[in-house]
């Protein structure tokens, strides 16, 4: 688990493939890594993954063909700035919110607008996820947890202050940015409660209310 809250702006210091798997190698710049271990989760833009290896410079770990599928990591290049946090622990003060490291879908930048200091990045993901993202609820934008200031359909709307700007890698994005998505982890759970659905299906707000009549939770 982690807090959504950014730790460093690593870099993608090597890519190998492996038999259609890749090996990440991570260049983590001021993550402090003295406490890790083998084993150890390490979010890398929102997807959490296994550190198999450390060098004086960051980890290296393994990515598999359904993540890559399933993100934006297997656009990567060497180079490639990406936010980095280490997993919590029970000292871990949760500055944002509960977040799995594991990926929803793949959003992508529509604009970006000044809004003051601040910049207001407007976002489009796939209808399935449209339902998880409610206004000042919670969603996390490459392992950033922020909360969401304006919905419509599959479009929402972040503010990114000046501090979130400089110390993620929100600087770097441009309109059709691909970026990972990972909605709420409790309106997933309470979701998969009341309708039973396990597919990633368009669900309606009806079918939802439909659901909750049936087990008794309004009339």
């Known amino acids: 688990m982690f807090t959504g809250i950014i730790q ?30 083998l084993g150890d989760s390490i979010a890398v833009n929102g997807v959490c993954l296994t550190a198999v290896s450390y060098d004086t410079q960051g980890f290296a ?7 890559l599928d399933k993100t934006s990591l297997g656009s990567l290049k ?39 200091r601040s910049i207001r990045y407007r976002f489009e993901v796939d209808a399935s996820l449209q339902h998880y993202i409610a206004e000042k609820g919670s969603v996390t ?11 419509e359909n599959n479009l929402f709307e972040v503010n990114i202050v000046p501090h979130t700007q400089q110390k993620t ?3 770097n994005y441009q309109e059709n940015t691909q970026v990972n998505i990972e909605v709420d982890i409790i309106a997933r759970y309470l979701e998969r409660l009341i309708t039973g659905k396990a597919d990633k299906t368009p669900i309606s707000d009806n079918q939802i209310l439909s659901a909750l009549a049936e087990s008794g939770f309004i009339e």
């Open 61 to 67: 770990a393994d990515v598999s063909l359904e993540t």
């Open 169 to 171: 890698i929100f600087g």
């Open 141 to 151: 934008i490459d392992g950033t947890s922020l909360t969401v200031n304006w919905v």
């Open 78 to 116: 060497t180079g490639s700035p990406v936010n980095l946090e280490k997993a919590l622990t029970l000292n871990t003060a949760l500055g944002g919110h509960l977040v799995s490291g594991h990926v929803d879908g793949v959003g992508s930048v529509v604009s970006l607008i000044e809004d003051a």
């Open 8 to 37: 460093a702006v690593g870099s993608i210091a090597s890519i190998e493939s492996d038999g259609g798997d890749k090996r990440l190698v991570i260049n983590t710049a001021d993550l402090q890594l003295s406490d890790s271990e």
